[in-house]
């Protein structure tokens, strides 16, 4: 009985739960910011490595020696609102969203590709190249525009697109 008591009693307090939970979610949220658009849009094998990494790492800092049902829930449920919260708060101001969400960067215009823009946003060649065969747009200067959007996806506007009404 005392072992079924122990899993749903937390051991660490409350508010220190909703605290840490607090730090290394904005810490993180800092962090992914800061990383990069590709970093969340184009998933490599590696990537999946560095989530593991740092979902392993900021574990223990999330709940210390706490692993009671009741402890991971407040910290679940605490990270969920954080999540919730940001969203709300971004879809109602604009200086925010662009603060939390970014804005699209623009990595090509009329033909021309900007390759120090690609390699300063961690895109490469084959990547634009790829999104360029996705859209059915064989050739750079077929390019109307193209954006590294905030999600990491690569939006190309080909001139033809651009020109229909």
């Known amino acids: 009985m005392h072992f079924v008591e122990s899993l749903w009693q937390p051991t660490t307090a409350i508010p220190e739960l909703l605290l840490r939970a ?3 979610y904005f810490a993180l949220f800092v962090l992914i910011r800061l990383s990069g658009k590709r970093t969340v849009g184009q998933f490599t094998p590696f990537d999946l490595v560095v989530v593991m990494l740092i979902s392993e790492a900021t574990q223990s800092a999330l709940v210390e020696h706490d692993a009671s049902i009741t402890g991971a829930l407040i910290v ?8 919730w919260m940001l969203g709300f708060v971004g879809a109602r101001s604009r200086k925010l969203d662009r603060l939390i969400e970014g804005s699209p960067a623009l990595v090509a215009r009329d033909g021309a590709v900007f390759y120090d823009a690609l390699r300063r946003l961690n895109v490469s060649e084959a990547d634009f190249r790829e999104a360029m065969r996705r859209e059915g747009v064989p050739r750079d200067d077929q390019i109307r ?3 590294l959007e905030t999600n990491g996806e690569i939006t190309i506007v080909s001139r033809e697109a651009a020109a229909k009404p």
């Open 22 to 24: 607090t730090v290394v």
């Open 76 to 83: 679940v449920a605490t990270l969920i609102a954080l999540n």
């Open 145 to 147: 525009f193209a954006f």
